[in-house]
């Protein structure tokens, strides 16, 4: 089956360790789950919005996603640091573990879940 690719914000939307944008996708049994993107290095990154200590959305404010350095993803619940690129909790409670990545791909001034 083709990939589907969804448009989820424009270019623009997304700075450089800037505020992400949030949205909602399913997974493969029709659940709803909460997603967001935010761009690291130039390049845009897609997680599901759970911490991987404890099934609660990660943004301390909506779409805030950085650390006070905006350097990694932070969990406003009880601090854990996770790298942008990666997913992998690097500092905090679920150190090892990783955010679950939702492909994105971003193409003609577009930011776009893949699935
Ligand atoms: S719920 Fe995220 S660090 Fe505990």
Known sequence: MAA?????????????????????????????????VIRHNGIVFGYVNRCAHIQVELDWQHGEFFDADRQLLMCATHGALYAPNTGECVGGPCHGAFLTKLPMIEEDDGVYLVN
């Not at 448009?7 to 789950?33: A, P």
């Open 4 to 36: 589907r690719k969804r448009l989820i914000c424009r270019t623009s939307e997304l700075e450089e360790c800037g505020s992400g944008v949030r949205f909602v996708t399913t997974d493969k049994n029709g659940e709803k789950l909460p997603g967001f």
